[in-house]
């Protein structure tokens, strides 16, 4: 079955740092890794990649997939007080056309 | 706004009850996703449809079912509710019917079950 790991839980940091999110996987036919970006509402789309899309780069946001050991990071730069949220990582691969998510890293981004 | 509506937004109901969410994917998109976030597990996919057909299937209940009309809206149909099901159920859509097409999310409609 596939699997997302997500790390860390949760992370609290001050406006202008730099953050890394990371995301671990275990799947058995990849198809892409996609980032999403949840508030108080539905997962927004932020990046996906693929085995022909490693990397992604939008603002402040940029994204790297591994593909050799199994794992995507989001990197976001000058964090601001809007990017608090839960950022999910979800993994398409296998047998079916799922997305399987893991449990999302709270980011709180304070002033 | 990602395009995807789905009605209602909430829904409080009791239960055994039944109820029937309904989305309605972006203009152009053939599948059609519905997911379940629960506090305790996340977002779980449940089914998928595909132009009609469903394509699909994830840890969804035999208490669910879901269908795709011809005008490619989606309802979800829940039957004999128990406390458990009280969660947030998403749709997504997307323009491919494979896994490569980036979905995208609807609001999303509470459950609340008493």
């Known amino acids: 079955e596939d699997k997302v790991v997500q790390s860390p839980l949760s992370l609290v940091v001050h406006e202008g740092d730099t953050v890394t999110l990371n995301c671990s996987y275990e799947?058995?036919?990849?198809?892409?890794l996609l980032w999403y970006k949840q508030e108080k509402k539905a997962p927004t789309f932020l990046f996906m990649l693929?085995?022909?899309?490693i990397e992604k780069k939008s603002g402040r946001l940029s994204s790297i997939l591994d593909k050799k050991e199994l794992f995507s990071i989001l990197n976001i730069t000058a964090t601001q007080t809007g990017d608090s949220a839960v950022y999910l990582c979800?993994?398409?691969?296998?047998?079916?056309?799922?997305?399987?998510f893991g449990k999302g890293t709270l980011l709180t981004v304070n002033p | 706004d990602s395009g995807v509506t789905q009605t209602p937004k909430h829904l409080i109901t009791a239960t055994g009850q039944r109820v029937t969410l309904r989305c309605s994917p972006r203009?152009?998109?053939?599948?059609v996703y519905w997911y379940q976030q629960s506090l305790d597990q996340g977002l779980q996919f449940l089914i998928q449809?595909?132009?009609?057909?469903?394509?699909a299937k994830g840890n969804i209940l035999e208490r669910f079912s879901a269908q795709q009309f011809p005008d490619l809206h989606s309802e979800l149909n829940l039957s004999s509710l128990e406390l458990g099901d009280s969660a947030l159920y998403f749709c997504?859509?997307?323009?491919?019917?494979?896994?490569?097409?980036?979905?995208?999310f609807g609001p999303g409609t509470r459950l609340t079950v008493l």
């Open positions: 997504a859509s997307s323009v491919v019917g494979t896994g490569e097409g980036e979905q995208f």
């Open positions: 799947v058995t036919n990849f198809r892409s």
């Open positions: 693929t085995s022909s899309g």
């Open positions: 979800a993994l398409s691969g296998g047998s079916n056309y799922k997305l399987t």
């Open positions: 203009s152009g998109d053939l599948s």
């Open positions: 449809y595909y132009n009609g057909e469903e394509r």
